[in-house]
């Protein structure tokens, strides 16, 4: 028996909370996985709240990364004692995820945690650190480089804006942190940006071409907000954009991309070939460095999983929740 989140829908409608289910109701998967620690995203907490169809299936354990230790494995790769770790793939979604004290899922899904990182600290990158590295190198493969100027990071209380900022200010650029919560400019600087600015300055339509300001930016946010930050970026320069808080239009012009030259470099976790996981997770375990997880992460049982899902939804959360799913309830 495991103890887990689980959701269902039926004709009484949209439910989740904590249970306890036996093994034999796991998934099919080649590797079963005792799980230490994972983590509450923003689509987990979609998931849970029941706010967009995020689960294809019922019932569904939530939980869209996790790590741990493999326990059994008909994978060639694996083998029991193996320090692993679990992002996307539609887990949480389409299969049972990491929301529980164990998993089993497909080994090709698997990356082996780096030795330079715990448990906890894995998933205090999780899924959302994971992505900033990929943004990350989405920006370095294009060429840019600390001495070009200014990058911008939208969303940037979130969980990929507060790890985008750190990697940046560890790696030598100069970042400046778009957010809607300017009482939280403390803990932004202490991740390493150098400036700020309100998001509401790039959330309502703006012109097609404005003032260059960054040499690139990412994005987290979507609509409006991606449409004026492509429209400031200087010639030749680039955005990773990664996700669609405020929406997934994008009410732009081809202007940047004719007149500048700037590139719009989308960039998808979930299903990441798995030799671009490895190299992420190996530059994280070697960027990331100080007081980073202290400061963008926090840690929560099992039993507080539903009501923190909430609070996400409603804005209320900084940074990252871990979750500790071996923690007394």
Same mark, same amino acid.
């Given at each position: 028996?495991?103890?887990?989140?689980?959701?269902?829908?039926?004709?009484?409608?949209?439910?989740?909370?904590?249970? $306890?289910?036996?093994?034999?109701?796991?998934?099919?998967?080649?590797?079963?996985?005792?799980?230490?620690?994972?983590?509450?995203?923003?689509?987990?907490?979609?998931?849970?709240?029941?706010?967009?169809?995020?689960?294809?299936?019922?019932?569904?354990?939530?939980?869209?990364?996790?790590?741990?230790?493999?326990?059994?494995?008909?994978?060639?790769?694996?083998?029991? *004692?193996?320090?692993?770790?679990?992002?996307?793939?539609?887990?949480?979604?389409?299969?049972?995820?990491?929301l529980a004290?164990?998993?089993?899922?497909?080994?090709?899904?698997?990356?082996?945690?780096?030795?330079?990182?715990?448990?906890?600290?894995?998933?205090?990158?999780?899924?959302?650190?994971?992505?900033?590295?990929?943004?990350?190198?989405?920006?370095?493969?294009?060429?840019?480089?600390?001495?070009?100027?200014?990058? =911008?990071?939208?969303?940037? *209380?979130?969980?990929?804006?507060?790890?985008?900022?750190?990697?940046?200010?560890? &790696? *030598?650029?100069?970042?400046?942190?778009?957010?809607?919560? =300017?009482?939280?400019?403390?803990?932004?600087?202490? &991740?390493?940006a150098?400036?700020?600015?309100?998001?509401k300055?790039?959330?309502?339509?703006?012109?097609?071409?404005?003032? $260059?300001?960054?040499?690139a930016?990412?994005?987290?946010?979507?609509?409006?907000?991606?449409?004026?930050?492509?429209?400031?970026?200087?010639?030749?320069?680039?955005?990773?954009?990664?996700?669609?808080?405020?929406?997934?239009?994008f009410?732009?012009?081809?202007?940047?991309?004719?007149?500048?030259?700037?590139?719009?470099?989308?960039?998808?976790?979930?299903?990441?070939?798995?030799?671009?996981r490895?190299?992420?997770?190996?530059?994280?375990?070697?960027? =990331?460095? *100080?007081?980073?997880?202290?400061?963008?992460?926090?840690?929560?049982?099992?039993?507080?999983?539903?009501?923190?899902?909430?609070? &996400?939804?409603?804005?209320?959360?900084?940074?990252?929740?871990?979750?500790?799913?071996?923690?007394?309830?």
């Amino acid at each position: 028996m495991f103890k887990a989140i689980l959701i269902e829908k039926d004709a009484e409608g949209h439910r989740a909370g904590l249970t $306890e289910l036996d093994d034999a109701r796991l998934p099919e998967g080649d590797v079963q996985v005792k799980v230490e620690y994972s983590t509450l995203n923003y689509k987990d907490g979609l998931a849970i709240t029941g706010k967009a169809p995020v689960v294809r299936s019922f019932p569904m354990v939530p939980g869209i990364d996790f790590a741990g230790t493999v326990e059994r494995s008909d994978h060639p790769d694996f083998k029991p *004692g193996d320090r692993v770790i679990l992002n996307g793939w539609g887990v949480g979604e389409q299969h049972w995820g990491g929301l529980a004290q164990r998993a089993r899922v497909k080994g090709d899904w698997l990356v082996p945690l780096p030795a330079g990182l715990s448990a906890r600290q894995a998933m205090a990158i999780g899924t959302a650190g994971y992505t900033a590295m990929l943004c990350v190198l989405a920006l370095e493969w294009h060429g840019v480089k600390p001495g070009d100027g200014e990058v =911008l990071v939208t969303g940037a *209380g979130g969980g990929v804006g507060s790890f985008s900022i750190a990697l940046l200010a560890q &790696l *030598g650029y100069q970042v400046v942190a778009a957010t809607g919560r =300017l009482a939280e400019g403390e803990y932004l600087k202490r &991740l390493g940006a150098s400036g700020l600015m309100d998001r509401k300055e790039l959330a309502e339509p703006g012109r097609p071409l404005q003032k $260059e300001r960054w040499a690139a930016a990412i994005d987290s946010v979507g609509s409006h907000t991606l449409a004026n930050v492509c429209a400031q970026v200087r010639a030749n320069g680039a955005v990773a954009a990664c996700g669609m808080a405020q929406g997934l239009d994008f009410p732009g012009s081809v202007a940047p991309f004719i007149l500048r030259g700037i590139s719009l470099l989308g960039v998808d976790s979930v299903m990441r070939p798995k030799a671009d996981r490895i190299v992420a997770w190996d530059r994280l375990s070697k960027n =990331l460095r *100080g007081p980073v997880f202290e400061e963008v992460a926090s840690t929560i049982s099992l039993g507080e999983v539903v009501e923190a899902a909430g609070k &996400l939804m409603r804005g209320e959360v900084r940074g990252r929740l871990v979750v500790d799913v071996n923690a007394e309830v």
